[in-house]
């Protein structure tokens, strides 16, 4: 039996990057591509091309093989910091759109037809998450369709791309809406880190007894799923007949300031929360895993203290590391 081949889009990221070393232990051959290699470990992908997959000559070039299976999780995205300022709209309707167009047709071309395309859950309407107790999110809520931001926007459009390749030529899709993925070897710093990474960050560089800072009040919901029950979600998805879009997230929902406190009680420390005017995105958001128990017969189960041990403890040491850097 020969190997099956996986190309990774967006393979130098958080999810991709992971998603390359669970694909390596299935016994896949794989190619990675991104702009970048992954930030804190080596990649383990058999061949990783830096391309700018915005550019249709790049596409064409990386996708050269006849691959089994494409995973484009390659995007202009990051935290609220990043989506939901609006200062960054335009980079990140144009390059992931123009991303997901180039690799469709490069796909087109070499007559490739397995795809998993990684949607996320900023594109359920507004109007349904403004309740933080009772955010709708069932899959089939997506329309009316209204966004809180041109990033929902943009997955919004390219879901539909994606489906409408697979009705026009044959292809076979897989999209899943990812809600709030974290883990360790995440952006942590810098202003694109999600909430998980970026309270991590702030319990482990205080003093105990010290003092936070929070966007918002606090009281704004969401449900996180650590990174390693994502990807088992996306293989299910992919091995199955179902095409989706479905919820990969966790329904274990939590307020920012629970959050908070959560992160303080695995670092053992006392701080106070200071809240701040900051960019907040929707007032409440959960999973909604009816579709995907329905389909696959799973959903996650990790509660979200096991996955935010394990984060704060890689966080903690970068920090460290940062600190004895700096001394120097």
């Known amino acids: 039996m020969s190997t099956k081949r996986a190309l990774v889009c967006g393979g130098g990221g958080f999810i991709g990057s992971h998603l390359v070393t669970r694909l390596k232990k299935e016994g896949y051959w794989v190619r990675s591509v991104d702009l970048k290699y992954p930030e804190f470990s080596e990649t383990t992908a058999d061949d990783f091309v830096i391309a700018d997959l915005r550019d249709p000559v790049m596409c064409r070039h990386v996708i050269d093989l006849p691959f089994d299976e494409i995973y484009q999780l390659a995007a202009d995205m990051g935290g609220a910091g990043y989506v939901f300022s609006g200062e960054n709209d335009a980079d990140i309707m144009h390059n992931s759109a123009l991303i997901n167009l180039n690799i ?5 071309r070499r007559n490739i037809k397995k795809v998993f395309y990684s949607s996320s859950a900023c594109m359920y309407p507004e109007h349904n998450q403004m309740d933080p107790d009772n955010p709708k999110t069932s899959e089939d809520s997506a329309y009316p369709a209204d966004p809180d931001s041109e990033y929902g926007w943009e997955k919004l459009f390219s879901e539909r791309l994606y489906l409408a390749f697979q009705r026009n030529y044959g292809f076979n899709v897989k999209v899943a809406r990812f809600h709030n993925i974290f883990g360790p070897d995440g952006t942590w710093t810098g202003g694109k880190e999600k909430a998980p990474a970026a309270f991590c960050r702030k319990v482990a560089e205080a003093e105990d007894g010290g003092e936070i800072e929070m966007w918002g009040d606090g009281k704004q919901t969401r449900s996180f799923l650590y990174i390693d029950e994502c990807l088992e979600g996306v293989r299910r998805l992919m091995e199955s007949d179902f095409s989706g879009p479905v919820n ?5 929902m939590v307020s920012i300031n629970q959050l908070a406190e959560m992160v303080m009680e695995i670092a053992g420390k006392k701080l ?3 809240h701040i005017p900051g960019p907040l995105g929707v007032r409440g958001r959960n999973s909604d895993n009816r579709l995907i128990k329905e389909k696959l017969g799973w959903e996650p189960t990790w509660p979200l203290k096991k996955g935010l041990a394990i984060t704060y403890r890689w966080i903690e040491e970068q ?10």
């Open 248 to 252: 990969i997230g966790s329904e274990e």
């Open 319 to 328: 920090v460290k590391m940062q600190k004895k850097n700096q001394n120097y």
């Open 272 to 274: 106070t929360i200071k």
């Open 104 to 108: 469709l047709e490069a796909m087109h």
